[in-house]
C-alpha cells in the first residue's frame, strides 16, 4: 500500500494525470472509517435536495433520488481526482436558479431552462478553469455588485421558506425549533465556550446540522406535522430510467438556443456566489496544512473548476440539479479539517478523510432504512439548510462591500434579485453604479465603514463617517 511508504512532508501518492492527480483508496490513502460512518449519516443532507426537485420540477420521489445518487457519485471526482474539498451543493443559489425556472411553466420547458442553465454554469467553470481566467473575472465586477448579489442570494434563502405556501407553513413549530437550535450549535458564542470544554458536546458541534435534522424525525410528529418514519428495510431504488426518458435532452430533446440566452444573467450571479466558496475552501485547506507539515496539501483553484465544470456539465445532460454542482459543504470541511489537525493518526491523508466521508454519503443514499428515516422531514432539513444559508450569505454579502455607499446599492440590489430575478438585479445594479460611481464604475470608493469602531478616538476618521 503506497501510503504506508508517504515521507515526512510529502504529498500522498498519486498518478499523475495532466492537471489531475488520481489517488485510488487502501492503495494511495488510508480509508478512514469514523469519516465513513459519519457520511452515512450525514447523506440525510444530500437528500434534503429531493423536496426541491419534487416542488420544481414535479417529479417522483424515485426519480429526484437518481438525481442525488448521481450527483453524490459525482461527489467522488474531486478527492480522486486530486482536490482536497468536500464538495456540495451552490447553496446560496438554489433560490435564485429556482426563481429563475419558475418563469417558464411546469413540465418539458422548465427542464429545458434547467438543463441550459446547469450546461452554460459547467462550460463556463470549465473555461475559466483551463484558461486560470477566474479570479480576474470576478475581480472586474464592481464590489457594489458582488455585495448585492450575494445579499439577493441570502434574501432568497429568506423568503423561500416563509412565502406564502412555503416550508415554514407546513411545518412551523418543527421549523422554529430545529431553526432555534440549529442557529445556537452553528453560530452562537456561548456554544462555541461549551464544545471546548466538553467532549460530547464537541462532537455535536462537527455533525454539523445533522443532530437538527435527527430531532426534527422526532418532532414534527409530536406536532401533527409530518407522519412518523416507517423504517423499511434493503435498499433504496432509484428511477433511472423515467429520468432519462422525461427529464434530460436523452427524451425531451436539446434545449432552444434562447434559454442559453436568457440564463446568462443567473448564471454569471450563481458564478459569483460559487467563486466564494473556491476562495473559502482554499484558506480552510490553507489552514489544515499549516498544523499538518508531516503531508504536503495543495488547492488548485483551477483543477477545482475543472473538476466542478465537468460535474456540472454531465448532470446537465444525465439528471439536471437545480442544486448545481459546487465545490465546497463548507460545515463538512471545516469538520475534516479540525480531524486532520489532529494528526496522522487521527487522520492519515487529508485526502484519505474527504474520500472516505463521501464514499459514506454515497452507500447512505443505497440503504432504505436511512432514507426512509428521514424521508416525512426532508422539507424541514431544507427549510434549515436555507435559513443557515440566508444568515451566511447576508453576513457575507454586506462584508463584500467597501463603503456605505456600495451597502446602499448592494440593499437595492438584492431585494430586486430576490424579487424579480438575476436580469433585474444586474440591470438595477449597473445603472446605479454608473449613476453613483460615473467612471470610478469598477473600482467603486473605499471608506471606514468596516473599521470606524476601532477609530473612535480619531477625532478625523469620525468625521469621514456619514
Given amino acids: 500500500m503506497k501510503w504506508k511508504n508517504r515521507q515526512y512532508g510529502e504529498e500522498s501518492p498519486y498518478i499523475p494525470a495532466g492537471p489531475f492527480k488520481i489517488r485510488i483508496p487502501f492503495i494511495h490513502y488510508r480509508f478512514e472509517w469514523p469519516d465513513y460512518v459519519q457520511g452515512l449519516l450525514m447523506c440525510a443532507v444530500d437528500l434534503s435536495a429531493i423536496p426541491i426537485l419534487i416542488e420544481l420540477l414535479g417529479m417522483p420521489f424515485e426519480v429526484a433520488l437518481a438525481i442525488v445518487v448521481l450527483n453524490g457519485l459525482f461527489y467522488l471526482l474531486h478527492h480522486l481526482l486530486g482536490d482536497p474539498a468536500v464538495p456540495g451543493w451552490i447553496t446560496p443559489a438554489i433560490p435564485l436558479i429556482m426563481l429563475y425556472c419558475q418563469q417558464f411553466p411546469e413540465g418539458p420547458e422548465r427542464v429545458h431552462a434547467l438543463i441550459a442553465f446547469q450546461m452554460t454554469l459547467g462550460i463556463l467553470s470549465l473555461v475559466l478553469g483551463a484558461t486560470g481566467l477566474a479570479s480576474k473575472v470576478v475581480r472586474l465586477i464592481p464590489s457594489a455588485l458582488k455585495s448585492g448579489v450575494i445579499l439577493g442570494a441570502g434574501f432568497a434563502a429568506v423568503i423561500s421558506v416563509f412565502q406564502i405556501g412555503g416550508r415554514f407553513e407546513a411545518f412551523p413549530w418543527t421549523i422554529t425549533i430545529a431553526i432555534g437550535l440549529g442557529f445556537y450549535l452553528l453560530f452562537s458564542k456561548h456554544f462555541a465556550t461549551f464544545q471546548n470544554r466538553n467532549r460530547f458536546l464537541g462532537t455535536i458541534a462537527k455533525l454539523g446540522v445533522f443532530p437538527v435534522i435527527l430531532l426534527a424525525v422526532f418532532i414534527a410528529p409530536l406536532f401533527g406535522e409530518a407522519a412518523w418514519p416507517k423504517i423499511e428495510w434493503g435498499f433504496s431504488s432509484p428511477d433511472f430510467i423515467t429520468l432519462w426518458n422525461e427529464y434530460t435532452i436523452f427524451g425531451l430533446g436539446f434545449p432552444p438556443l434562447m434559454m442559453f440566452l436568457t440564463g446568462l444573467p443567473t448564471v454569471l450571479a450563481a458564478y459569483i456566489v460559487l467563486f466564494g466558496d473556491v476562495l473559502?475552501?482554499?484558506?480552510?485547506?490553507?489552514?489544515?496544512?499549516?498544523?499538518?507539515?508531516?503531508?504536503?496539501?495543495?488547492?488548485?483553484?483551477?483543477?477545482?473548476?475543472?473538476?466542478?465544470?465537468?460535474?456540472?456539465?454531465?448532470?446537465?445532460?444525465?439528471?439536471?440539479?437545480?442544486?448545481?454542482?459546487?465545490?465546497?459543504?463548507?460545515?463538512?470541511?471545516?469538520v475534516m479539517v479540525e480531524r486532520f489537525k489532529k494528526g496522522r493518526k487521527a487522520m492519515d491523508s487529508f485526502f484519505g478523510g474527504v474520500g472516505s466521508f463521501r464514499w459514506g454519503t454515497n452507500t447512505g443514499l443505497f440503504l432504505l432504512p436511512i432514507v426512509s428515516l428521514v424521508e416525512p422531514i426532508l422539507g424541514v432539513a431544507m427549510a434549515l439548510t436555507m435559513l443557515v444559508q440566508g444568515y451566511v450569505s447576508v453576513k457575507v454579502g454586506i462584508l463584500e462591500a467597501r463603503s456605505q455607499?456600495?451597502?446602499?446599492?448592494?440593499?437595492?440590489?438584492?431585494?430586486?434579485?430576490?424579487?424579480?430575478?438575476?436580469?433585474?438585479g444586474f440591470a438595477v445594479g449597473i445603472i446605479l453604479c454608473f449613476l453613483i460611481y460615473g467612471k470610478d464604475f469598477f473600482k467603486g470608493e473605499v471608506d471606514d465603514t468596516f473599521t470606524k469602531d476601532a477609530d473612535t478616538h480619531d477625532e478625523n476618521q469620525e468625521k469621514k463617517v456619514i
Avoid at 287 to 301: L, N, T
Fill in 280 to 334: 473559502q475552501t482554499k484558506a480552510l485547506v490553507e489552514e489544515g496544512a499549516a498544523s499538518r507539515p508531516d503531508e504536503k496539501v495543495e488547492y488548485s483553484p483551477s483543477r477545482a473548476h475543472l473538476i466542478f465544470g465537468m460535474r456540472n456539465s454531465a448532470m446537465s445532460v444525465i439528471g439536471p440539479d437545480v442544486t448545481m454542482a459546487g465545490p465546497l459543504w463548507s460545515a463538512m470541511q471545516v
Fill in 405 to 424: 455607499r456600495d451597502l446602499g446599492i448592494a440593499g437595492i440590489i438584492g431585494a430586486v434579485l430576490s424579487i424579480k430575478g438575476a436580469a433585474w
